[in-house]
């Protein structure tokens, strides 16, 4: 089993349910649940493969206020290796994510930590003893995002890591310039399809294809494409494609970190030595138990559970 590395952005979600639309000015409404709970891209995937029996660290920055303690104490209860998180004098980033009814949901960001994240702040000694460098949360890490992604990228592939990275929406809108230099340093690249279609500046959910080429020819050796309710597609390194479905027939409560346990999934696959299909199938599993419940790791299974589902039920 390989140890994983998870680089990138954490922060405390304020989880809001159900928000369809905003009150008038100076008008209160009640809803049904606002909970805490941790979140980013990093802190998620994390929370994720411990829960999968995955062994993991996470390098990361967080505020020394209330809300960072609280990420950091619910990281560790996990058994997320804490070692490579470090305090700064940014406040931690937060979420407010607003749930609609139907379990959609967006964002109110304020960057915080995240943003002020660089690669001073990764441990060079945890990074040695790692087989697979995540970087997690890409174009929300704004010290980080370009150059210094692409250095430690090149620094891990060096030393024979294996490297994946996924995006997260860019709310400066700069997009493919944030991370076209680290791009080349990677051996998988996993963007969700909205973030892929900005970043291959095609406008079409069904022209996956023609976004993962796109991609694959600005350097990454793989391109899985996260694709929501119709599963992921990957186009390999020698050209193979591949489309796994996933499980259609579960109504999803809340899709927040859905693509971060889809991540979580593949990236255990790889840990175990799986082929990629079997990494996509399992991506598209643990991104459904993700689904199931409130919260980006609430609804995440072990590892035996989430095979017993997997041979339970069908994909589409």
């Not at 994983?4 to 100076?26: N, R, Y």
């Not at 995006?167 to 996993?190: C, H, N, Q, R, V």
């Not at 069904?206 to 020819?217: N, P």
């Not at 990454?220 to 027939?249: C, Q």
């Amino acid at each position: 089993m390989k140890n994983v590395l998870c680089v990138g952005s954490i922060t405390a979600d304020i989880i809001t349910s159900p928000v369809d639309s905003l009150p008038e000015k100076g008008t209160l409404r009640a809803v049904e649940n606002i909970t805490i709970s941790v979140g980013g891209c990093a802190s998620n995937a994390a929370i994720d493969l411990a829960k999968l029996g995955i062994p993991v660290a996470i390098a990361s920055k967080l505020g020394d206020d209330p809300m960072g303690r609280y990420v950091k104490d619910e990281l560790e209860k996990h058994g997320v290796n804490i070692r490579g998180l470090v305090t700064g004098s940014v406040p931690t980033t937060v979420s407010n994510v607003c749930l609609t009814s139907d379990g959609e949901r967006s964002f109110l960001y304020s960057p915080g930590s995240a943003a002020d994240f660089s690669i001073a702040d990764v441990d060079r000694d945890l990074l040695e003893m790692t087989d697979i460098v995540f970087v997690a949360g890409a174009m929300l890490l704004k010290r980080f995002d370009g150059r210094e992604c692409a250095d430690l990228l090149r620094t891990a592939r060096a030393a024979g890591k294996t490297t994946v990275m996924d995006t997260a929406w860019d709310y400066e809108g700069i997009w493919l310039d944030k991370i076209s230099e680290a791009l080349p340093y990677l051996d998988i690249f996993m963007p969700s399809i909205a973030e892929a279609k900005k970043l291959a500046g095609v406008d079409d959910d069904d022209g996956y294809r023609e976004i993962a080429a796109r991609l694959k020819a600005l350097g990454p050796k793989n391109i899985v494409v996260k694709l929501g309710n119709k599963g992921a597609y990957m186009l390999k390194e020698n050209g193979d494609e591949m489309l796994a479905p996933t499980y259609t027939s579960i109504k999803p409560v809340d899709t927040t970190g859905a693509g971060d346990a889809f991540c979580a999934g593949f990236i255990a696959g790889l840990s175990l030595g799986k082929a990629y299909d079997e990494c996509l199938r399992l991506g598209n599993a643990v991104g459904t138990s993700c689904v199931r419940k409130i919260g980006a790791s609430a609804g995440i299974l072990s590892m035996q559970e989430t095979v017993r589902f997997m041979n339970e039920n069908i994909p589409g």
